[in-house]
């Protein structure tokens, strides 16, 4: 198991209760339920409310966790072709590249499902076992434990979107 993230966060994580422990099929059961659970929880939003302590606003955390689940995506279909290294990206960037403030929480919403698609399409190609590849800043990470960073992201920005959308500025 990767212990790299349940060393940063705590396990369970400190701040959204994400368990660390849990097993493949946990991560992928909760990460199928991510657009449903966004949607949910976005009904009524605007896709600009941000809490005080954040510098994004919800819809950017949608468009970050379909993002996400795209980078992860391709990752593992690389994997499946035979390349197991794999370089970090920096979100921060990413997001002002893609403009991400600028995108309609319809529009992220959707790329969320589509994200999912690719994500499972992806996971359907590699080994359920064995390394899959190789992070610079994690190491050697298993199909568990990328499954595992990847349902993190999408349940600690759901947390994030939670919190925003009681106490917005």
């Known amino acids: 198991m990767d212990s790299w993230a349940g060393a940063l966060y705590g396990d369970p994580c400190r701040e959204c209760s994400f368990a660390f422990s849990g097993t493949l099929d946990d991560s992928l059961a909760y990460l199928d339920g991510v657009p449903a659970q966004y949607a949910a929880l976005l009904g009524a939003a605007a896709g600009t409310e941000r809490h005080p302590d954040l510098s994004w606003p919800v819809g950017a955390y949608v468009c ?33 590249a893609r403009s991400y403030t600028a995108v309609p929480l319809a529009a992220a919403l959707w790329s969320l499902g589509r994200g999912l698609g690719d994500w499972r399409e992806a996971v359907s190609q590699v080994p359920r076992r064995g390394v899959v590849i190789s992070h610079r800043e994690r190491g050697e990470m298993h199909l568990e434990d990328v499954a595992r960073a990847v349902a993190h992201d999408a349940s600690h920005h759901a947390w994030d979107i939670g919190r925003s959308l009681e106490d917005s500025v």
Request: proline share 3%.
């Open 64 to 96: 970050h966790v379909a993002d996400n689940l795209h980078i992860w995506a391709e990752r593992l279909a690389g994997a499946a072709a035979g390349v197991k290294v794999v370089a970090p990206y920096d979100q921060d960037e990413l997001a002002a």
